[in-house]
């Protein structure tokens, strides 16, 4: 891994931050827990490395709220093409 922070997809859409963050912190040191609303998942920033790989291998298929988590090192974000088609 290259960076701390991770993607948590299959998120249950009533998990909170502070949910995460306890879960997380079981692994080490969390920077930032980002959900994105409505969408199912979310970011953990991890202060190290290696935390953040730890974490990845022990929950990536684990369960939480019933759902299985995906979790993985998160990717840059790409830029979305403009979808501005003209009009007034």
């Keep these: 891994m290259q960076n701390s922070k991770l993607y ?3 998120l249950k859409y009533s998990v909170t931050k502070e949910q995460l963050t306890e879960l997380f912190s ?10 994105i609303e ?3 998942f ?6 190290e490395v290696s935390e953040a790989e730890k974490a990845k291998d022990e929950l990536n298929g684990s369960v939480l709220e019933g759902r299985t988590l995906r ?3 998160a990717r840059p974000r790409r830029n979305k ?3 501005n088609f003209g009009g007034y």
């Design 26 to 35: 079981n692994y080490g040191d969390v920077k930032e827990v980002n959900i």
């Design 8 to 10: 948590v997809g299959n």
């Design 38 to 40: 409505g969408k199912g």
């Design 81 to 83: 093409p403009n979808r």
């Design 42 to 47: 979310g970011f953990v920033e991890m202060n």
């Design 71 to 73: 979790v993985d090192e």
